[in-house]
């Protein structure tokens, strides 16, 4: 697989903010302000509401509301978050979790539904299954599953494992795991800081359980899951180390925005994703 054809359905090529502020995106992309505050204007407002939506061409030039995440036509669907998208800072910023969130996460959701909707015998798979089986997945839509289910899986667990409450020492069996097979949490934590910035271009570093069940340090690139066969991993918890993480906060410093992100690991959640692994 060439890498041009690897990388040829990730989102990170999409410019949706780069599209021109027409009229009809800018009823769209304020659609959610407006439900918001639909339920306390009367209802002859709402009917004759031409005004409310009459707004001065200058008024258009404030910052836009992001659009509402469109992810096509289903089965995939795009999780919401369960904290506000400025909950996770000072360490991750609002504005990169809303663009990570509803853009990029959306279009490898939207991806996942174009590509799937061509191969109607995979019909009900969950996206676990089409990676693990990703050999089975017909060839021409190989790329695009292994990509875009690759995507959603991984943003799907980021999401998850971190939380406004997070941060500080692990806890219960994982810390134990931990501890067992790196000697400590903070040779943990340095061995897993020091792979997330040697991993060249875009990708992921992870702490996974091998088929064996012993915890490894992992790296992959573009959206590669560790549940490919070729890695045949289970993803424990993991970090996005694509530039679109972490670029508007720390630039170029992948370092310092690793160092940051412990302050947001919710170990409770990753102490369910070990208890799973230990399942599989
Ligand atoms: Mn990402």
Redo the contacts with the bound molecule.
């Keep these: 697989m060439s890498r041009d054809n690897h990388r040829s359905n990730g989102p990170e090529n999409d410019s949706p903010e780069n599209a021109p502020a027409c009229r009809t995106e800018f009823l769209m992309t304020s659609r959610r302000t407006f439900l918001k505050g639909a339920a306390l204007l009367a209802p002859a407002t709402l009917l004759t509401g031409g005004s409310l939506l009459a707004v001065p061409s200058s008024a258009r030039a404030q910052p836009a509301a992001p659009k509402e995440p469109d992810t096509g036509s289903g089965p995939y669907l795009l999780p919401p978050l369960a904290y506000p998208f400025n909950a996770l800072e000072p360490h991750i910023d609002g504005q990169t979790m809303q663009i990570?969130h509803d853009r990029?996460?959306t279009a490898y959701v939207k991806n996942l539904n174009e590509a799937v909707a061509k191969a109607p015998r995979l019909k009900g798979a969950t996206p676990d299954a089409l990676i693990r089986d990703l050999g089975t997945v017909p060839e021409a839509i190989r790329t695009a599953v292994r990509n875009n289910a690759g995507?959603h899986l991984?943003?799907t667990m980021?999401w998850a494992i971190m939380s406004p409450k997070g941060g500080g020492e692990p806890t219960g069996a994982i810390r134990e795991a931990i501890t067992g097979t790196f000697g400590s949490f903070a040779a943990f934590q340095t061995a897993f800081n020091d792979a997330g910035v040697k991993r060249f271009g875009s990708g992921w570093v992870w702490l996974v359980q091998t088929k064996a069940g012993k915890l490894e340090i992992l790296t992959t690139p573009n959206q590669d899951s560790p549940l490919l066969a070729e890695y045949a991993s289970y993803p424990i918890l993991g970090n996005?180390v694509?530039e679109?993480?972490y670029y508007l906060k720390y630039q170029n410093r992948r370092p310092d925005y690793l160092k940051a992100w412990w302050n947001v690991v919710d170990w409770k959640a990753v102490n369910q994703r070990f208890a799973a692994a230990k399942a599989v």
């Design positions: 990570h990029h996460h995507g991984n943003h980021f996005d694509w679109h993480a």
